[in-house]
């Protein structure tokens, strides 16, 4: 204590005294009062709120046993038998107790336009056996005078200066800082900033229950997080070790309207900057404009308008009836320093309710007034504005009003059951909380509920794990505790640590920032912007210290980790390391390894041969025809026109058309021909081709190994699997395109008038066979099997047998088509074979050699 406390209210510690103790934040007016409360025999206080009514509640425990204090709040009620000391807020004093010592913290919230006529009564009724003692601002020094004559007035230093400190971007703002605004919106705007820029901050919002503001206190104390950011709910008592306070909005809504924060609001939130001696300061930040010159004069110095009213409303109530009861409480103040009270929450549903029949006809006596008056003040912790409120205390009044005197247990556990979820976002959880906040206020009332105890319990372990999952929300949404813990070094100026675990993952001090990918590091995107140099320079010199053993790890890995994209990236463990480039063939790609700073000539040129042993077993692999070929081919003895063939249908991926080839075709021997047909070579009367790479995984390596050569950027997507014609897009390059086409297995045929198919050249064959089948008889109809067997429907089949030299007399549904040259085609099916004694014709040539031969 300081020297006035231990002389002047030593002395003034006479029956009825009364003193008003008033200053700025952080003098020491609640450690003040609450050893002087513990001086004595009793005592009680009232707190501004719930979350300061518990704080104190637990420190008074900590000082004289559970047993000897006592919690009550509209929630919450802690009374042991033998409880000497009350710590409550403010509407919830019971003030018919008798009590040594009597406090009322935050005083100077009798000019508050929602709450302040209950903190009036008690400053004008509210009295200790021996001692009065009101906590506060110093702006209601001159109200307190003319209110309360006898209070002995002392004034309190603050014990630390508070300075401006000017505007400061967000993303400047220093460790133990907190950002303020006043919408839940504004507050999630700013959190999320933060959590993107500093790894991460604590939020306390006034709607938060005891249990979820603590733990994100807690989170902030313990160093966690260094950045808090909460509405004006911080303003009232919450001690912190907080150095600075900013002010990201300027202006609140304040029940009716949106208004600009006066002096002694700004002073009473950046107050909270500072702790004991710990100097603290206040400034802007976000989208809030620089503070006035003579406001910022004003907090520094403490010193501001003082308040020339307060509200006030009747104490005295009427109970004959609802009419009778309203009109006591519209009674004008008796004082022109008292304000007649706005139209607060107790008295609009008083209001809402006496217009209902049921109601009026229950409340015809005292008594049942009385009762109705008590529901109404059933808090609405939702502020829900609507009539949902007034509809729930419709029922609860009847009830407790009806023939039970009881709320039914069933009716009761329903309303829980309802709210006892734990899904949902923050703002749905909060909303829970408030619900059950009223519920809980209920359950406390021991004359309207059988087995109170057990709907208290039950109504606290709800709001206990609404809670715990609202903590859990809020810090999975606004904290990165791997970023927070970076965001700490590199402030402190220290320099970074890095590893790398086996999968890959790459930490920074310890914690995950990244990943190696290849031979590139690839940081998260959310950590620390600030830092982000700071943290590359140390990742990268992981990386270069690694390379070398990476490069082994892919020359003894297997197979399967390399894979071939279908943009021709060669990947590793998924990531690119290199591409595919033009080499002296299409089957004969070269290796381009990637740009890479920490790869050096040695070691690209070993991920290089890596990979070229790759891909050649890959193609071998994928393309196990060709590589027949390639055996074939390296024969000694070969004739000319059967390695021209080969090198044509290597060059070419697999397929060429006929007549690109006829000469060397006919050209081959039969022995040449069996040994073609043993290597999956079919010469087809239209293309010669491998009908083995005519799957999609040899016909995707092949276009892209086309494409590569060809050098086609991007490359084109092989034609999906199973597909038997297609309309080639229109040509930029004619050969490039029936390049494309012959890649994939396809053959391109162009009508006179430029209009294009693309068919498969196994389905290019049956439709040759067909055709020639039907034509043997002369002109013929599209049949069903010209289309299935070709994948050609309508003036696809028309180009179609037009680029094989068929003439079409009739296009359309019913095309009819003539063979070549107008006559009738060759017969393409076998002769049947005669027996050894079946006779020829009698006039054939034979017959008359077979008579002078004497056969």
């Not at 934040?25 to 719930?50: C, E, Q």
């Not at 009881?406 to 749905?428: C, E, M, Q, S, Y």
């Amino acid at each position: 204590m300081g020297q006035w406390e231990r002389g002047d209210l030593d002395s003034a510690g006479a029956r009825g005294q009364v003193s008003a103790v008033l200053g700025p934040t952080n003098t020491g007016k609640t450690y003040l009062a609450i050893d002087r409360m513990l001086g004595h025999a009793s005592g009680m206080i009232g707190f501004p709120l719930r979350l300061l009514a518990r704080e104190n509640y637990d420190r008074v425990v900590r000082l004289k046993g559970a047993g000897q204090a006592a919690l009550i709040t509209g929630e919450e009620k802690i009374v042991p038998p033998g409880a000497r000391y009350f710590l409550c807020t403010v509407e919830a004093m019971p003030v018919e107790r008798l009590v040594a010592y009597l406090a009322v913290d935050e005083i100077q919230l009798c000019a508050d336009p929602e709450r302040g006529h209950v903190f009036t009564d008690r400053l004008l009724h509210a009295r200790g056996l021996e001692e009065t003692m009101f906590l506060g601002a110093d702006t209601i020094r001159p109200l307190v005078r003319r209110l309360v004559p006898e209070a002995r007035i002392v004034s309190r230093p603050r014990f630390s200066s508070l300075t401006h400190a000017g505007a400061r971007k967000l993303t400047r703002l220093p460790p133990r800082s907190a950002a303020v605004a006043f919408s839940a919106a504004d507050v999630y705007a700013l959190a999320e900033h933060l959590r993107r820029r500093r790894g991460g901050t604590a939020v306390v919002l006034g709607a938060l229950s005891p249990r979820t503001r603590n733990a994100q206190v807690g989170m902030f104390e313990a160093g966690e997080v260094d950045y808090l950011v909460a509405t004006d709910a911080i303003g009232m008592g919450l001690n912190l070790n907080l150095d600075h306070v900013w002010f990201a909005r300027l202006s609140k809504f304040d029940g009716q309207k949106t208004r600009r924060l006066g002096p002694a609001e700004v002073a009473q939130i950046a107050g909270r900057a500072g702790r004991h001696t710990a100097d603290g300061t206040f400034g802007t930040t976000g989208e809030a404009a620089s503070l006035p010159p003579e406001l910022v004069e004003a907090v520094e110095a403490h010193r501001f308008e003082p308040l020339d009213k307060v509200y006030w409303r009747n104490g005295t109530l009427d109970f004959g009836s609802p009419r009778l009861l309203l009109r006591s409480l519209e009674r004008r103040p008796p004082r022109p320093e008292l304000l007649r009270a706005r139209e607060s929450d107790d008295l609009r549903a008083l209001v809402a309710l006496a217009r209902d029949p049921d109601v009026a006809e229950r409340a015809n006596h005292p008594g049942a007034v009385r009762l109705l008056w008590e529901v109404c003040q059933i808090p609405d912790f939702q502020k829900i504005l609507s009539d949902e409120h007034a509809r729930l205390l419709g029922r609860v009044f009847g009830f407790l009003a009806g023939a039970e005197q009881r709320l039914p247990g069933d009716w009761v556990a329903a309303h829980l059951a309802r709210i006892d979820r734990r899904d949902g976002d923050i703002d749905t959880l909060v909303a829970r909380i408030a619900h059950v906040r009223t519920w809980t206020y209920i359950a406390y009332r021991a004359d309207w509920l059988d087995d109170a105890r057990h709907w208290r319990e039950r109504a606290r372990a709800i709001e206990d794990g609404l809670s715990d999952a609202l903590h859990d929300r809020l810090t999975n949404r606004f904290v990165d505790r791997r970023a927070a813990v970076l965001a700490r070094r590199l402030n402190a100026g220290d320099d970074l640590l890095a590893a790398f675990k086996p999968d890959g993952t790459v930490l920074i001090e310890g914690e995950p920032g990244g990943r190696i990918e290849g031979f590139c590091l690839a940081l998260d995107g959310d950590l620390p912007s600030l830092g982000a140099g700071a943290i590359s320079a140390a990742a990268r010199r992981l990386l270069r210290a690694e390379t070398p053993a990476l490069v082994r790890h892919l020359e003894h890995e297997a197979d399967t980790a390399i894979a071939l994209t279908a943009r021709g990236a060669l990947t590793w463990r998924g990531a690119p390391i290199a591409r595919l480039s033009a080499g002296p063939s299409a089957l004969r790609a070269k290796i381009e390894v990637l740009s890479n700073e920490v790869l050096d000539g040695r070691l690209r040129a070993r991920v290089r041969a890596r990979l070229a042993a790759w891909l050649e077993r890959h193609i071998a692999a994928r393309l196990a025809p060709l590589a027949g070929l390639a055996a074939i081919a390296a024969a000694p003895d070969l004739s000319a026109p059967l390695r021209g063939l080969l090198y044509q249908l290597d060059e070419a991926l697999g397929a060429v058309p006929r007549h690109a080839v006829a000469a060397q075709v006919r050209a081959l021997s039969r022995a040449e021909r069996k040994r073609l047909a043993a290597a999956g070579v079919r010469l087809g009367r239209e293309s010669v081709f491998l009908p083995r790479l005519l799957g999609a995984r040899a016909t995707g390596l092949r276009v892209l190994l086309w494409a590569v050569w060809a050098k086609a950027d991007p490359p084109p997507p092989p034609p999906r699997h199973g597909t038997l014609a297609f309309a080639p897009d229109e040509p930029v390059d004619e050969a490039a395109n029936e390049a494309y086409c012959l890649a994939a297995g396809y053959r391109r045929l162009r009508a006179r008038d430029g209009a294009a198919v693309a068919i498969r050249v196994d389905a290019l064959e049956r439709l040759a066979h067909e055709a020639r089948r039907l034509g043997v008889a002369g002109p013929f109809s599209a049949t069903a099997r010209l289309r299935r067997v070709s994948g050609c429907a309508g003036a696809e089949l028309e180009i179609a047998l037009a680029a094989l030299r068929y003439k079409v007399l009739r296009g359309g549904p019913d095309a009819r088509f003539a063979p070549p040259h107008g006559g009738v085609a060759k017969s393409t099916a076998r002769r049947p074979r005669r027996g050894p004694g079946q006779d020829r014709a009698a006039d054939s040539p034979f017959a008359k050699l077979r008579e002078l031969s004497g056969r």
